[in-house]
């Protein structure tokens, strides 16, 4: 099995997980947009979960709760920036986004569904028999989730809209951190906070593997195409929305993300062998189309 179908396996086994979680809801829009918002999408970060989670011996059938739980988050988090009143995008996923196809009340409700749906996953005993380990995961999504994670991010990329001036490579860096990064690092680091292990080398690997991430993200608002990516393109460019790209340049930019692959396969070192699947993850985020 290639990295890209054992990738698009675990998406499709939470994904399910999800949606057989779903299934017992009333037969409410609501319950039909989460539905919808949950489907598609490559499936990373529940995949660095499980396989973090494999690297310290936890089972998939105990994993997965926290692979969905954050499937969940980041769903409810396109969700919520789709929205007019914050990116305002009418594509996700090649699809129309939920509050298009329904309402933007119902988007935001389904949003705030998902999210709450996260915490009750990770607090389930099936997530981790130690309530400890489970109101770490939880304390530690909410930290990554919250106004000290993604949400402070998305209050920075707002910001950034009507700063006086563009944002510096300081500052781009910090909110991309944030918006992107925080909920990378804590798919990276569940299998160590299920294990009650050191989650530090995960946490070295994961931030730069969340800039490089965003930095590729960049790199495809420029070269990419549309309807491979599923979303608009270029909309930070004709915002005049200072980038990776605009302050390094399209090779700087490249560099630069090559530079964090690197440094994130270093992090994995003490891992040997048995972290492979995770550095090919980082060459992944560099390389793919969407």
């Known amino acids: 099995m290639t990295y890209r179908d054992a990738l698009a396996a675990t998406a499709d086994r939470v994904q399910a997980c999800l949606l057989a979680e779903l299934q017992g809801y009333a037969a409410q829009p609501v319950v039909e947009a989460m539905r919808y918002a949950v489907v598609g999408g490559k499936g990373l970060r529940a995949f660095l979960v499980l396989e973090s989670a494999a690297l310290h011996d936890i089972p998939e059938t105990q994993a997965i709760w926290a692979a969905a739980a954050i499937e969940a988050v980041h ?19 090649g699809q129309p986004t939920v509050h298009v196809k329904w309402d933007d009340a119902t988007a935001i409700l ?47 990329d707002i910001a950034a809209e009507t700063a006086t001036a563009p944002y510096t490579l300081d500052q781009i ?5 944030n918006k992107t990064g925080a909920l990378i690092r804590w798919s990276a680091e569940a299998g160590a906070r299920l294990a009650s292990a050191d989650v530090a080398p995960l946490t070295r690997y994961a931030t730069a593997l969340g800039l490089a991430f965003q930095i590729a993200d960049d790199i495809l608002d420029v070269e990419g195409d549309a309807a491979t990516a599923g979303k608009a393109l270029r909309k930070d460019a004709e915002a005049g929305k200072a980038t990776f790209v605009s302050l390094l340049g399209l090779e700087g930019a490249k560099s630069r993300a090559r530079a964090l692959v690197e440094e994130a396969e270093e992090a994995l070192s003490a891992y040997g062998a048995r972290a492979e699947s995770l550095r090919q993850t980082a060459r992944f985020v560099i390389a793919r189309e969407k």
Do not use: I, K, W
């Not at 789709?82 to 996923?93: K, Q, S």
């Not at 999504?141 to 991010?153: D, E, F, H, K």
């Open 75 to 93: 769903a409810y988090s396109l969700v919520h920036d789709d929205l007019p009143a914050m990116d305002d995008d009418n594509l996700r996923r």
């Open 110 to 156: 389904a949003g705030d569904a998902l999210q709450t749906l996260a915490f009750e996953l990770l607090s389930r005993p099936a997530c981790s028999p130690d309530a400890a380990v489970r109101v770490d995961l939880v304390s530690s999504m909410a930290r990554a989730a919250g106004a000290r994670g993604m949400v402070l991010g998305q209050a920075q």
């Open 173 to 177: 860096t910090e909110l991309q951190a």
